[in-house]
């Protein structure tokens, strides 16, 4: 699986988008982007994956630069529930999820 | 549906003993993956098994093993305990193996080994 890098940490005011980056320079042509999130002592919540377009369903937006190289992951409307620990996955393992240090997003009033 | 559920949910070991957890999967799914997590090594893959055959292994000791049963529910155990296998282990279950298929993950069997 192609390394990503995240950044530690974000803030967010409640109501806004939430624009969470990815960078995954050594993404290969059948890794898929994947992204979870886990609040604290819970088990991880899938949020949303991808290949090459760019997806939406109802819990988030995943925008892929057209060399795939990066990708953001966007909450529209971040509430204070999404405050949580972001993980952005290359994947091109079948059954393997490897996750790395993640986004710690605290999403404020 | 119902979600992955993992039983038990909190179980108190000692060194040297040995245990078993269990998962069952979303109905219909086939693959189940499990994963430890710690806060010095975080979230950390131990197998994935997929009708009845493990094909995908981590790097953990052989004191770790699985299996899966016909209806594709999960059970892993650990033998010879150690301090350090305190963990959270969390199960994920997908509708079958390969990159194109998301995990959902239960609510984890918290470990303690005294």
């Known amino acids: 699986d192609a390394k990503t890098t995240q950044p530690p940490s974000m803030d967010c005011a409640e109501g806004r988008a939430a624009n969470l980056p990815c960078n995954h320079s050594?993404?290969?042509?059948?890794?898929?982007v994947y992204w979870y999130r886990q609040i604290h002592s819970q088990g991880p919540q899938y949020i949303i994956h991808?290949?090459?377009n760019n997806e939406t369903n109802e819990m988030a937006s995943l925008i892929i630069t057209e060399d795939r190289k990066s990708s953001t992951l966007i909450l529209p409307h971040a509430t204070l529930r999404d405050t949580a620990v972001y993980y952005c996955?290359?994947?091109?393992?079948?059954?393997?999820?490897?996750f790395g240090q993640g986004t710690e997003l605290s999403v404020k009033p | 549906k119902a979600g992955v559920t993992q039983t038990p949910r909190y179980l108190i070991k000692t060194r040297g003993q040995q245990v078993t957890l269990s998962c069952s999967p979303i109905?219909?799914?086939?693959?189940v993956s499990w994963y430890q997590q710690t806060p010095g090594q975080g979230l950390q893959f131990l197998f994935e098994?997929?009708?009845?055959?493990?094909?995908n292994k981590g790097n953990f000791p052989g004191r770790f093993s699985g299996r899966q049963f016909s209806n594709s529910r999960s059970e892993m155990n650990v033998s010879t305990l150690e301090l350090g296998d305190s963990a959270l282990y969390l199960c994920?279950?997908?509708?079958?193996?390969?990159?194109?298929?998301?995990?959902?993950f239960g609510p984890g069997t918290r470990l303690t080994v005294t």
């Open positions: 994920a279950s997908s509708p079958s193996t390969g990159t194109a298929y998301e995990q959902y």
């Open positions: 050594t993404i290969s042509g059948n890794e898929y």
């Open positions: 991808g290949l090459k």
């Open positions: 996955i290359a994947r091109n393992q079948g059954g393997k999820l490897i």
């Open positions: 109905s219909g799914h086939r693959s």
């Open positions: 098994y997929f009708s009845e055959t493990q094909r």
